[in-house]
């Protein structure tokens, strides 16, 4: 047995956001989620699922207009859609405000002094791309944000932000683009949806430098993500030295995800999960909530999931159920190497966060 637990967030409402007809972003991913869950228990990992509640109005205020609030609860009911991409089904405005207290309810217990110390939260609809003002790229609230807003509002100054979805959190920088009190950190595909993100980005006011991106050209792999956590990502969080790190948990760079371009293996989130966890064992008391994102491979979702929470817990990668990509796939199973692409946009990110950071 490890000793290791988590925080839980679960609620059965989280399904009931569904389109119509076909949509990647599906209920069927949760199931994959929590079929990842149930791997690492299996492996002696005690997981502790909190009482289900909805964010208040105020608490989402603290990064959505009223407005677009408003405009939300108009559509609850209903079938609608926020553009070509973001829909909106009967049940998917009470889901969005129990995801964002989901996000809540974890931070505050992480926060608690006795518990878990780490923590997981598998809600949808996701939350990174959701604006102040709009929701987009299938998210209508921003959950990470909105969790991020809840700590400060406990007192905590430091928070570290990692978002490892392949599409840039654009919601996240902007809730968070002048504010120094919140360190957001981003490795995506770039360019690509949405279309921000580049290494230039990098805050704004007392802001500035509080805003690192890493874009990454199509077909990074695990040697890529792994020189961009040693050469840019951990040297400014050690630097940073926060008191609650959250993780943007996308696992939409899985080589096999069928919307982007990068070839991840289950390792890289591994590797990466093990880095954040050592920051935050040094100066966040071991703080960690993972909030889940996009992916939309639903075995990359729980192979990338299994493999996240075994390296946060201290897990090793013995008798890891990850199972090996599909027969006949395009993409290979075995890492792909840094390339003297990939080496160059990590060169330039490294420099631009350089501008602020001792790196």
């Known amino acids: 047995m490890s000793g290791a637990a988590f925080l839980l967030v679960d609620d059965p409402?989280?399904?009931?956001?569904?389109a119509r007809g076909y949509h990647p972003e599906r209920p069927e991913r949760l199931v994959a989620a929590k079929?990842?869950?149930?791997?690492?228990?299996?492996?002696?990992?005690?997981?502790?699922?909190?009482?289900?509640?909805?964010?208040?109005?105020?608490?989402i205020a603290r990064v959505h207009t009223k407005a677009y609030i408003d405009e939300l609860e108009t559509t609850s009911g209903l079938f609608a859609a926020l553009d070509d991409d973001t829909y909106l089904s009967p049940k998917s405005v009470p889901a969005a405000f129990r995801?964002?207290?989901?996000?809540?309810?974890?931070?505050?217990?992480?926060?608690?002094?006795?518990?878990?110390?780490?923590?997981?939260?598998?809600?949808?609809?996701?939350?990174?791309?959701?604006?102040?003002?709009?929701?987009?790229?299938?998210?209508?609230?921003?959950?990470?944000?909105?969790?991020?807003?809840?700590?400060?509002?406990?007192?905590?100054?430091?928070?570290a932000i990692v978002d490892w979805d392949?599409?840039?959190?654009?919601?996240?920088?902007?809730?968070?683009?002048?504010?120094?009190?919140?360190?957001?950190?981003?490795?995506?595909?770039?360019?690509?949806?949405?279309?921000?993100?580049?290494?230039?980005?990098?805050?704004?006011?007392?802001g500035e430098g509080f805003t690192v991106n890493i874009p990454l050209s199509q077909n990074a792999g695990d040697m890529a993500y792994a020189a961009a956590f040693e050469r840019v990502v951990l040297p400014v969080l050690e630097s940073y030295a926060p008191e609650?790190?959250?993780?943007?948990?996308?696992?939409?760079?899985?080589?096999?995800?069928?919307?982007?371009?990068?070839?991840?293996?289950?390792?890289?989130?591994?590797?990466?999960?093990?880095g954040v966890?050592?920051?935050?064992?040094?100066?966040?008391?071991?703080?960690?909530?993972?909030?889940?994102?996009g992916g939309y491979d639903l075995g990359g979702v729980s192979d990338s999931l299994i493999a996240t929470l075994e390296g946060l817990a201290g897990l090793t990668p013995t008798d890891s159920p990850a199972?090996?990509?599909?027969?006949?796939?395009?993409?290979?199973?075995?890492?792909a190497p840094l390339s003297q692409r990939h080496g160059l946009e990590i060169e330039r990110a490294r420099k631009s966060a350089s501008q602020v950071w001792k790196i």
């Open 35 to 59: 079929h990842a869950i149930d791997i690492v228990k299996a492996r002696g990992v005690g997981f502790e699922t909190l009482p289900p509640r909805d964010a208040t109005e105020d608490e």
């Open 277 to 293: 966890a050592a920051i935050a064992a040094r100066s966040a008391a071991g703080r960690v909530g993972v909030v889940l994102e």
């Open 99 to 159: 995801a964002a207290g989901g996000a809540i309810a974890m931070v505050e217990s992480l926060l608690d002094a006795k518990g878990p110390k780490q923590g997981v939260a598998l809600i949808r609809p996701p939350g990174h791309h959701a604006r102040p003002s709009s929701g987009m790229g299938f998210c209508l609230l921003n959950n990470v944000a909105i969790a991020a807003h809840a700590a400060l509002a406990r007192g905590i100054e430091r928070i």
């Open 323 to 335: 199972q090996p990509l599909a027969s006949g796939s395009e993409h290979a199973t075995e890492a």
């Open 244 to 274: 609650l790190v959250l993780i943007s948990a996308g696992f939409d760079a899985h080589a096999r995800d069928p919307l982007a371009s990068m070839v991840l293996t289950p390792e890289a989130y591994r590797q990466m999960s093990q």
């Open 166 to 206: 392949v599409h840039h959190g654009n919601g996240t920088q902007e809730s968070f683009y002048e504010d120094p009190r919140v360190l957001f950190t981003s490795l995506h595909q770039y360019p690509f949806y949405p279309g921000t993100g580049a290494a230039s980005e990098t805050g704004a006011g007392k």
């Open 13 to 18: 409402l989280f399904m009931e956001h569904r």
